[in-house]
């Protein structure tokens, strides 16, 4: 990687700031029985730990033709597997599955739902293949570095989150901003969850601003959440976003609502797999063709999802197909297109941009070293999807989340008001008295700052991808007893043009975003609200500006 391109993705992070839910270290679908007396503690980070290290042993089966090797790899409950079930046609090695036809070799999936047993079998070598968000990875590495032959290699991605992960808060908590002081319970082996740290940021507000509170499991978390109305959110994942929120759940609490989920954050909670640096060195062969076989079953469920849904529901042992549905609906795999995009370095939102990210927000809370500093190409290893650039199917393939995953809200939205804001009064852009634009060319401090707060707007539009960008102008109060004096008539007409004014601020904002940082006008939305909202500091200036909200499609 070129020095300047790092240089800049680094500048590009401490303008974005950072989180993103860990869903390796989580636990997160682990399910216990109710422990009586469950309580939430505030906890510090540790470092991650793993079994004692081995080489990899590769089984073998034979299909009547000889003997070929097996990889086990070990799943947890999550409607992203569905591309690999289908690839494998199940659980058990077969002849059938696309990996014995395409590459010789077979595959046996194991239902294994604690993250610390997966990490101490890929240690072992029993295991030879995981699956991690790709925030979890400077974790991961900082790990397994001591012993070479385990450091991760990302050889592919897996899923998109999209939807299946959230943060739950109770009514008093409007907006992200609201979360400061307040008590957050999260789950996993550590509480500081990357999706969160990422929202925190967002809203500028210190990991030390808030009180994390630790319960080890997604069930005993949802009875802490039910049960202890100090705690004013959580951060979750489904089932329990939907649990909370039907009055026929155990766990429902009435008034608590989804801040923000997964589907707002585009592309940002990305779930890759990985092998051990040693088995990549010496099995590239069937790694490559393992890739391969995921973007062909990738292909395969998008044509038909049913026969992925059958085997999603048996080997997690659902209720039924619905259930499966629901599960799956919950993420986004990825076709080849879509997955080269997310290596791309000119991506908005790509892996090594994630990578320095995580690290950043990790060493902050303590999770990393203070001084660790990791580069992304210890742990990415595309060339076995780069080698499938010569297949016309598969280049062909759309990338139908280039702009959002939820194009089809179509932004029609009657009462935008009533929308749920993701984030808002995180970009004030400044204007001058009387003036409804500014000059991008000035070294006016004021002028450099919106310069710089532009650029963020962009970054949050382009991980915010599925969400409505509401531009509100507004003008200060300076003016409105004079008017008020005059009489109500006059008062109204002015109050009318006040606006007009603040609006076509908003207006230029747009402008400027759409042509000069490439915008798409179809999520911006202007606004003028006059003298109506003045800044609450009663500073003239402060209030001359346009406000940023981020809305939710849902």
């Known amino acids: 990687m070129k020095k300047s391109i790092v240089i800049g993705i680094v500048i590009l992070l401490l ?51 000889g003997p070929v090797p097996v990889f086990r790899i070990p799943l947890d409950t999550w409607g992203g597997y569905a591309a690999l079930l289908l690839a494998n046609g199940g659980a058990k090695p077969n002849k059938d599955s696309l990996f014995y036809k395409k590459g010789k070799f077979a595959v046996e999936l194991v239902k294994v739902e ?13 295991y030879h293949l995981l699956w991690s968000s790709m925030d979890s990875m400077p974790l991961l590495y900082d790990a397994l570095k001591a012993d070479k032959r385990l450091i991760p290699q990302v050889i592919g991605l897996f899923d998109w989150s999209n939807g ?4 739950l808060v109770r009514k008093n908590i409007r907006s992200p901003k609201d979360l400061k002081g307040k008590k957050i319970l999260t789950s996993g082996n550590t509480p500081f969850n990357f999706f969160l740290l990422w929202l925190l940021a967002q809203s500028d507000i210190k990991t030390s601003e808030v009180q994390m509170m630790y ?17 004013d959110a959580w951060v979750t994942w489904e089932p329990f976003l939907a649990d909370v929120l039907n009055p026929a759940s155990p766990y429902y609490q009435e008034g608590s609502r989804v801040l923000i989920n997964s589907r707002d954050a585009n592309q940002l909670i990305a779930d890759v797999y990985f092998t051990r640096l040693d088995l990549a060195r010496e099995q590239g062969p069937l790694l490559a063709s393992f890739v391969e076989c995921m973007i062909e079953a990738e292909s395969q469920f998008t044509k038909n999802p049913e026969p992925a849904l059958r085997l999603v529901n048996s080997f997690f042992g659902l209720s039924g197909i619905a ?12 076709n080849y297109t879509e997955s080269r995009m997310f290596f791309d370095i000119e991506n908005p939102i790509n892996a090594s941009k994630i990578f320095y990210l995580a690290q950043e927000y990790y060493k902050a809370v303590g999770s990393l070293a203070a001084d660790a500093s990791y580069e992304p190409e210890s742990v990415l290893l595309t060339k076995f999807l780069e080698q499938l650039e010569s297949n016309k199917v598969y280049k062909a393939q759309p990338n139908r989340v ?22 808002t009064g995180d970009f004030e852009l400044y204007f001058d008295a009387q003036k409804i634009d500014f000059d991008l060319s000035s070294k006016r401090p004021e002028m450099v700052k919106n310069k710089e707060l532009l650029a963020s707007i962009i970054e949050q539009m382009q991980i915010l991808g599925t969400t409505l960008v509401k531009l509100v102008g507004h003008l200060d109060t300076s003016k409105v007893e004079e008017f008020r004096s005059q009489g109500m008539q ?7 043009q006040a606006k007009l004014i603040s609006k076509r601020r908003a207006e230029f904002v747009k402008k400027v975003l759409v042509e000069q940082y490439g915008a798409d006008p179809e ?25 940023v909200r981020f809305l939710s499609f849902e």
């Not at 006059?490 to 009318?496: H, I, K, L, P, T």
């Open 15 to 65: 303008i974005v700031g950072g989180g993103l839910l860990f869903r390796f270290m989580s636990d997160k679908a682990e399910q216990t029985t109710k422990t009586p007396g469950v309580t939430a503690e505030a906890v510090k980070p540790v470092p991650l730990t793993v079994g004692p290290a081995s080489g990899y042993v590769l089984g073998s089966t034979d299909f009547g033709s």
């Open 114 to 126: 604690g993250a610390k047993a997966q990490l101490d079998g890929y240690a072992a070598g029993k």
């Open 164 to 167: 299946g992960d959230g943060i």
């Open 215 to 231: 319960v080890g499991d997604g069930p005993a978390a949802a009875e802490v959440f039910r049960d202890d109305k100090t705690i």
């Open 323 to 334: 259930e499966a549905r629901s599960l799956v609906s919950n993420v986004h795999l990825p």
């Open 402 to 423: 280039l702009n959002s995953f939820n194009k089809q809200a179509a932004f029609d939205i009657a009462d935008l008001e009533s929308q749920r804001v993701v984030l």
């Open 490 to 496: 006059a008062f109204n007409e002015a109050s009318s």
């Open 523 to 547: 999520r911006l939305i202007t606004e003028g609200k006059g003298w109506d909202q003045p800044a609450s500091s009663g500073d003239a200036a402060r209030s001359r500006r346009v406000e």
